[in-house]
């Protein structure tokens, strides 16, 4: 089965630009979560849907959206991009509502804003 | 607010030393407490989900344990391709984000 997936793999934006950051979860799973990734720390919880619906915002500004469509798959989207916005975002599939539930992490698209 | 510390920062192993890492988390209702790998420029690996003090997982050379203030990764005979940074995190009862610490890194030297 496949994992979960994340496209672009890399991408180079400027000051002021739009993003939209892609993912798929695995087969199956109806959530996901966006983390953001600084350069050594750990990632920092961003949004998190489940059946179309947000059941969690992170200490985000609002530049920051997101949004699930009904095949599960997922957009995150950052609008006037800032330097400090330059970071690995992840995606994390999760099956909810089973008691042994875990957060499976794709690939992550690295970001650099210039 | 949830907390997660972990350490040390990084630590450098001979082939075959074991040692063990820790993560001290404060948290209003452990949910669950996660353990992940991560290599560089990679997304995290699942190791293991820990959910009550005194519960145990191991895989491979990889033994997790969790007390109701921190949890243990223990490493035995580790290989180099054990190098990597472990990350904890935990997840609190009606909050749906894992909480993170910013890791250990791992180096073990051939």
């Known amino acids: 089965d496949a994992g979960v997936t994340q496209s672009p793999t890399h991408l180079i934006k400027t000051r002021g630009q739009q993003v939209t950051l892609r993912c798929s979860p695995i087969?199956?799973?109806?959530?996901v979560s966006w983390y953001q990734q600084v350069l050594g720390q750990g990632p920092q919880f961003i949004f998190q849907y489940y059946e179309k619906e947000e059941r969690g915002r992170g200490n985000f500004p609002d530049r920051f959206s997101a949004r699930q469509f009904p095949n599960y798959s997922s957009e995150l989207n950052v609008n006037a991009l800032l330097l400090g916005d330059s970071a690995l975002y992840l995606c994390?599939?999760?099956?909810?509502?089973?008691?042994?539930?875990?957060?499976?992490f794709g690939p992550g698209t690295r970001l650099l804003v210039l | 607010e949830d907390q997660v510390t972990q350490s040390p920062e990084a630590l450098r192993l001979q082939e075959g030393e074991s040692s063990s890492l820790n993560c001290s988390y404060t948290?209003?209702?452990?949910?669950?407490l996660f353990w992940y790998r991560q290599d560089p420029g990679k997304g995290p690996e699942f190791l293991f989900t820990?959910?009550?003090a005194g519960e145990e997982k191991e895989k491979e050379r990889l033994k997790a344990t969790l007390t109701k203030k921190e949890s243990f990764l223990h490493i035995t005979a580790p290989k180099p391709e054990d190098s990597a940074t472990y990350l904890c995190a935990v997840r609190a009862f009606g909050n749906e984000k894992l909480t993170f610490g910013t890791g250990t890194r791992l180096t073990i030297i051939p």
């Open positions: 087969s199956g799973h109806k959530s």
């Open positions: 948290v209003s209702g452990l949910r669950g």
């Open positions: 994390a599939s999760i099956q909810p509502g089973h008691i042994q539930e875990t957060q499976y």
């Open positions: 820990l959910y009550s």
